[in-house]
């Protein structure tokens, strides 16, 4: 082995990089033209890399654009609605879905039949929904087209849908009391339990809800 | 080019799908080509090149109009060559030894394998020899090899493509041609 190679070797890499300065290039080619084993592995360095550049160039086969084309997601992500609901049928499903089910809520708010949440010890008299004074509800109570009259205590939220809610003094309410009176109120509150309901399942929410805003 | 290549870009940025497609028809070879030197395989250059094109869509609000179009592609399409390759490599132990083969381990056991007999090398048409000797580059040389003397970039775009420092990019340049220069010996 040749000890001068340790320090040739970077003035021969420097000179394939043309990063090599004057003097530098005249050391080498003066080491080159009397150091046999130095001139042996410069030739070796430029074979190797000039053997590479006889590669021919090599081209994309027939159809590679069209391929690409086809692998594009079909959506940029700024799309309009319009194409949205025309690309997803799935999305207009829904939101029809939620239109229609809008009017049902609606006939519903209409529908006068009075109705409340089966609880123990509540008294019902007529439709007036009584409880009682030094008595406990452990739970919700939702009252529909009639009145609540409250003496003793509730334990949970009391929510009044189309109907009046008295309180006496000495009633007591734990959780949220609501009365709910306007058919706007009574749709938003009836779709806010339904969605509540629906999110976990549904995957297209947050496109679903960004249409229904539009409507 | 690169201004008519902004030109498609920005309609790209609008919404306009077919200028995309100019874009592709435009860097298909020479995408096509690294990935092909890379990986070795005409089916693997094809998936892996398109996409690459696919990435740079997907991305390209992302892209920087002062700077190359080419170098940014290239990278996205590195990048996935690098992982395909890596992906390939079994991942246990290359130096534990194989069971029932006493002193040898996994590298000489893919040394056996890799390597081909001399007298096969001798019989290689040009073209696959070059590839051959590309293909048992380790594979932070190649990248730099094919990149410097197949595509002949200067050193800085390969330092911006493969997001290497430039004396990094020249080290792996030096031993790249160290090692090209001892598998080939004297041809
Ligand atoms: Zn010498």
């Known amino acids: 082995m040749n000890t001068c190679?340790?320090?040739?070797?970077?003035?021969?890499?420097?000179?394939?990089?043309?990063?090599?300065?004057?003097d530098e290039e005249r050391e080498l080619k003066e080491h080159l033209a009397v150091c046999p084993?130095?001139?042996?592995?410069?030739?070796?360095?430029?074979?190797?890399?000039?053997?590479?550049q006889f590669a021919e160039p090599v081209k994309a086969p027939e159809g590679f654009v069209s391929g690409v084309m086809d692998r594009l997601p079909k959506e940029k992500p700024k799309a309009g609605i319009h194409r949205l609901l025309r690309r997803h049928p799935l999305i207009a499903a829904a939101a029809m879905f939620i239109i229609l089910m809008s009017a049902t809520l609606f006939s519903s708010y209409n529908n006068q039949q009075f109705?409340?949440?089966?609880?123990?010890?509540?008294?019902?008299?007529?439709?007036?929904?009584?409880?009682?004074?030094?008595?406990?509800?452990?739970?919700?109570?939702?009252?529909?087209?009639?009145?609540?009259?409250i003496e003793g205590e509730v334990d949970g939220d009391v929510t009044v849908i189309n109907g009046s809610k008295y309180m006496a003094s000495t009633a007591i309410v734990t959780g949220k009391s609501e009365e709910i009176d306007k058919a706007f109120d009574w749709l938003w509150y009836k779709i806010k339990s339904t969605v509540k309901g629906l999110l976990p399942?549904?995957?297209?929410?947050?496109?679903?809800d960004s249409h229904t805003d539009s409507e | 080019m690169d201004e008519l290549v902004n030109k498609r870009i920005n309609e790209v940025l609008k919404g306009n799908h077919e200028a995309f497609e100019?874009?592709?028809?435009?860097?298909?070879?020479?995408?096509?080509?690294?990935?092909?030197?890379?990986l070795g395989n005409r089916q693997e250059a094809e998936d892996i090149a398109q996409e690459a094109f696919v990435r740079a869509y997907v991305n390209i609000h992302t892209y920087d109009q002062k700077r190359k179009f080419s170098t940014w592609l290239f990278r996205i399409a590195t990048?996935?060559?690098?992982?395909?390759?890596?992906?390939?490599?079994?991942?246990?132990?290359?130096?534990?030894?194989?069971?029932?083969?006493?002193?040898?381990?996994?590298?000489?056991q893919i040394a056996a394998t890799g390597d081909?007999?001399?007298?096969?090398?001798?019989?290689?048409?040009?073209?696959?020899?070059?590839?051959?000797?590309?293909?048992?580059?380790?594979?932070?040389?190649?990248?730099?090899?094919?990149?410097?003397?197949?595509?002949?970039?200067?050193?800085?775009?390969?330092?911006?493509?493969?997001?290497?420092?430039?004396?990094?990019?020249?080290?792996r340049v030096h031993r790249g041609r160290e090692a090209l220069r001892k598998q080939m010996g004297n041809m």
């Open chain 2, 116 to 171: 081909l007999p001399e007298e096969e090398v001798e019989k290689m048409e040009t073209q696959e020899r070059i590839q051959y000797e590309i293909g048992r580059l380790p594979d932070k040389y190649r990248s730099v090899i094919i990149l410097r003397y197949m595509e002949e970039l200067p050193l800085q775009e390969i330092s911006d493509i493969l997001e290497l420092p430039l004396g990094t990019v020249k080290t």
């Open chain 1, 201 to 208: 399942t549904s995957d297209t929410g947050k496109d679903g």
């Open chain 1, 115 to 149: 109705s409340v949440t089966k609880q123990p010890n509540l008294v019902i008299e007529g439709e007036t929904v009584v409880v009682p004074a030094g008595e406990t509800v452990k739970g919700d109570i939702v009252v529909k087209n009639g009145n609540i009259r």
């Open chain 2, 22 to 38: 100019e874009i592709v028809t435009m860097f298909q070879h020479r995408l096509y080509q690294v990935c092909y030197r890379m």
């Open chain 1, 37 to 52: 084993s130095c001139k042996e592995m410069m030739d070796e360095l430029q074979s190797a890399v000039s053997f590479l």
């Open chain 1, 5 to 22: 190679r340790e320090s040739m070797i970077h003035y021969m890499h420097a000179y394939l990089d043309g990063d090599i300065s004057r």
């Open chain 2, 79 to 108: 990048n996935l060559c690098i992982d395909r390759i890596r992906k390939k490599k079994p991942d246990y132990y290359l130096d534990a030894e194989v069971p029932g083969t006493e002193g040898l381990n996994m590298y000489s």
